[in-house]
């Protein structure tokens, strides 16, 4: 058994599976980060010390989709890549789709990794560190399920214009400092320190902001959390509002619509399939 190391970089890794494709290691004979089980009979070794004499041609596309579908976090992180990338390889291009059993694991990862850059771009939420003359003006702290930071931070370089911002992760952090963007993994102590230690006059506003306009007579737990997972909400400002609003929709303020001073107010109520009490004035 051949067990490598790839520091979860997708650039180490694909440097380690051409070595051996080269050599013709077959999937089953090599594991990545103890991904799989070494033979009591047999001892794990490294890569061979040359490069060996087969040559292969890929699809143009297979490149994109297999480092797309590494910023996933799972079981046989590496080891899928390498069985899809040995199957095109060896002549057999189903396992690029989705309705091979690898290709279908490699889409559903895809998936998973888009839905997590979008859940970044949706529900970062960056604190600005007021007079700071050096280093970032804004930081904020985030934890993703999978690692696509490094890619997925692209986003604010074109949102944020000129200005320094860092991003902080439990793996890994970026840094733009108004021109270039700096990535580090794993993320520095001192990173983690100022995007875990900030909190700003805006959040007290925007709290008050979103206890105001949460409406509800339209709330719904289960789509809430589909699109907005409870994982997210200790992240944001107005995270631990949302159990209680969420309660007091559940024992009275959905019945009447809107908040309790709605519900005193004279008149009578309006009701209609599928729609809450509405409070309608007499005068």
């Known amino acids: ?57 890929i699809p143009q596309a297979l490149p994109a989709l ?4 590494a910023q996933y976090l799972g ?18 291009r189903t396992a690029m789709l989705a309705g091979d059993v690898a290709g279908s694991e490699l889409h559903r990862r895809i998936k998973q990794v888009s839905r997590e850059a979008h859940h970044l771009h949706a529900f970062l939420r960056f604190v600005e560190r007021p007079g700071a003359d050096e280093g970032p003006a804004f930081v904020a702290w985030h934890e993703p399920a999978h690692d696509i930071l490094e890619r997925a931070a692209e986003h604010f370089v074109g949102r ?38 900030q909190g700003d006059a805006t959040h007290a506003l925007w709290r008050a902001y979103y206890a105001h306009t949460f409406n509800p007579a339209r709330v719904n737990p289960a789509i809430m959390q589909g699109h907005m997972p409870a994982r997210f909400w200790k992240l944001l400002p107005e995270g631990d509002l949302i159990p209680r609003l969420v309660v007091q929709a559940r024992h009275g303020k959905q019945r009447d619509g809107q908040a309790a001073a709605v519900a005193v107010r004279p008149g009578k109520a309006i009701t209609g399939p599928g729609s809450p009490r509405e409070k309608v004035p007499t005068s």
């Open 66 to 69: 297999l480092e797309a579908a």
């Open 160 to 197: 944020m214009g000129r200005q320094r911002w860092l991003i902080a992760t439990p793996r890994d952090g970026v840094y733009f400092d108004g021109s270039e963007l700096h990535y580090q993994r794993p993320c520095p102590p001192a990173w983690r320190e100022l995007a875990q230690g």
């Open 1 to 57: 058994m051949i067990c490598l190391e790839c520091q979860g970089q997708f650039s180490q890794w694909r440097q380690q599976a051409r070595w051996l494709l080269s050599h013709q290691v077959d999937p089953c004979e090599v594991s990545w980060n103890g991904e799989r089980e070494v033979d009591l009979f047999s001892a794990p070794h490294g890569l061979p010390p040359e490069p060996g004499p087969f040559q292969s041609r």
């Open 75 to 92: 079981d046989q992180r590496w080891s899928l890549l390498y069985e899809v990338l040995w199957r095109v390889t060896h002549g057999d």
